[in-house]
């Protein structure tokens, strides 16, 4: 599997915004759009999403858990 972010910002907060895409190594029709939240110390915000990452995957399905 992978994880690539495409994009990156710093919000008004200084957390680290990335947009990219997961998916499986073997079979890239199945990538999923994801945004990763980091703080401002580059480790992940866990109160973001889940566990620091929002997923919408190739269905169309969004995933979202916690705070955003």
């Known amino acids: 599997s992978f994880d690539r972010g495409n994009k990156a910002l710093v919000d008004n907060n200084g957390k680290i915004i990335v947009v990219g895409e997961s998916g499986t190594a073997e079979n890239n029709s199945t990538e999923d759009a994801v945004i990763w939240r980091y703080n401002s110390d580059g480790s992940l915000d866990t109160s973001f999403g889940d566990g620091g990452k929002v997923v919408l995957n190739?269905?169309?399905?969004l995933t979202i858990a916690g705070n955003i």
């Open 58 to 61: 190739a269905t169309g399905d």
